[in-house]
């Protein structure tokens, strides 16, 4: 059963809406086992929606269509599909009268174009509204089928679960197909994504007729490298076994490679995995941002429950904070001194128990005679005081962005040594 | 010139990640005057990406393919081109020095896998990449043509600017498509979409059925509406005028129903906003942050240059260091005093010429009695001392995100009014 998804609507080609509702259908139909293989975004159009519908049906078995269901002039779903099914448009009564009683319960009297919404492709049936006015249809193609419902996402949610998966499903069944797909991210911070293709090679290479088990790397940029493993079980507990039995394999060879780059999984974030940690140990966390400028501590912040283990920061900017703020010695300030300094000092004026520190040159210009990419992360816990040099490639959103999550990462290998 | 855009990669059909790359293509090609009809979505499989570009290829005139080009065993982009053109694949030893390079600039050992990003489709031409490894590719079929960028955002974004966009409206010309598309965004805090277009409704009604002048409304959520205008035009000149006249009616209407809530045009960005104004009065600012944990520092180092006007901030998230740092008096720390009082300590301890502070509740839970949501601003210019108390809807997120910019937006103000 291949499913394809088509998003009508002008908009969305024109960029000014995401398209959330493709995301959302493809997130529901792989966590159900039923495959998307292609999605499409066509404008409100009459011959190029009739087009795009033809397209999926060639290569698809089922079609989700989402949008042009409404009562204005440029919602014409309905009049695509009955050109597509080669039938004529009747006008249903009965969901005349439903969309009549929604006006008079509201107290409002009803434009006549929403009559419109009452037309149906002859021998669709109707997926009944509960949340707005625009039924959903089911119209079947011989073996095929196109779903058309409403873009307003939470009306397409609601019909999806109440009709649309029951339907895919039950035909996967008559199909003799009943597998579950479920997938687990890694999350990690250090590696190249060619140096974990690298490393996770030979894994890669045996699963490349397996139709079981996937590999897939995803570069998240400023966030690092995802590595998604995704298993497709006879049932739950059967795909979850296949994905627990790769997860196992895959850290190792990860972390004979690289050591310990995975800092998570799923949607866990860098942040969190210091929240973790510095909550399980009692612990607080004092922070001296310069070329960052506040973004480890924004990211941070981003995390309920901070205050019970982030005390604040001091973004010393310009250099005479360092020096009058936090009592870092004159001289130049992008240097392992002045980040080691830095850290001593957030830790003593916001009275944390561990002081976290970032200075470098974020370009375009140079500074002290060092390069942009020139970062040094300054780290005071117990009683050691370190730092740590490091050359960070790109302009200077990213030089930034991979300076405070390299920082937290220097944190984050630091509170693990301990441990 | 109808083009078509291709994503490809199996977490957009699965829905992991959402598919930014269309839409902001989607904006930029509409804002050149160049329509796009369909978008797809496919996966990481060799057949389907070769059915996606022949689809594409029968009913557009060109295609933009995003992703599937890295260094890894699932980026088959490039295979799936040579096989649409119908030619092998030729190993480009420019570009494996060019990626050789940039390796060795970091100090990193290359992995052979990265050598794939140099084999382009005989006959291609290459869109030297400019910040990171995979280059992208311009492909003719006959009249046609296939462009290929990676799906990392910030590569593709330059690759269009650079490459792609100059030669679709080199193909336009060619085509004899003379007519030039300007357009300019007002950008807006403020006001909600639905009261800026009661505002501007009669311009709007009288453009119903021009054809060359046309008004959007793009909500762009944290950063407030932006009111797009675009004219088309027989010249540049023509167009200008025709965007000029219109913008002025545009400004009048807004500025009467609103007062001064456009703080800039296009790219211009809040911080942008205060950096002008600052630099242009030599004027130096700190910042105190509660709430907003080091977001607003973060948003003003992000603009170059920020050494000028920029000295600091203290992310005071723990009450302690609000007393003890900012010497804030022992109280509540989510009122009007204490916004005052942390505006007064961060001009003092930063030795800045105005002191800006958000204190606050971003939830989920109150604090002090207050609901999320609840939000003072201090500030602390020249010889005034004042405070402005909001109240913001949303997610924790939201919230602070709202608090950033409405914070930067108070002192923009101000500094106007003071001007």
Known sequence: MRVEI??????????????????????????NGIASQFHQHVGDN??????????ALARSDALIVCGGLGPTQDDITRAALA???NVPLDRDETIVEAIRAMF?????T????????????????????????APGLICSLGRKVIYAVPGVPYEMTDMFERAILPDLVARQRADGTTSVITSRVLRTWGASESGLAEAVG????????????TIAFLASGIEGIKVRLTARGDDHAHAAALLADEERRIRTLIVEKFGDIIFGVDGESMEDAIATRLKGRGLTLGLAESLTGGLIASRLVGVPGASAWF????????????????????GPVVSAEAAEAMATGA???????IGLSVTGVAGPDEQDGQAPGTVFVGLSLGDRLEHTALRLPGDRPRIRAYSAISALDVLRRALDRDA
Chains 1, 2 share one sequence.
């Open 6 to 31: 088509v998003a009508v609507g002008t908009e969305l080609l024109l960029g000014q809406i995401p398209d959330t509702n493709s995301q959302w259908l493809g997130e529901h139909l792989a966590a």
């Open 46 to 55: 009459h011959q190029r929606i009739v087009l795009a519908f033809r397209t």
């Open 83 to 85: 050109e597509v099914m």
């Open 104 to 108: 008079g319960a509201r107290g409002r």
């Open 110 to 133: 009803m434009p006549e174009n929403n009559l419109l919404q009452a037309d149906v492709p002859r021998g669709a049936s109707v997926i009944p509204q509960t949340r707005g006015t």
């Open 202 to 213: 030979e894994r890669f290479e045996a699963l490349a007729n397996d139709d079981r088990v």
């Open 311 to 330: 005390r604040g920061g001091v973004v010393s900017y310009a250099s005479e904070v360092k020096f009058d703020l936090l009592h870092v010695p004159r």
């Open 347 to 353: 830790r003593s004026v916001l009275g944390a128990d």
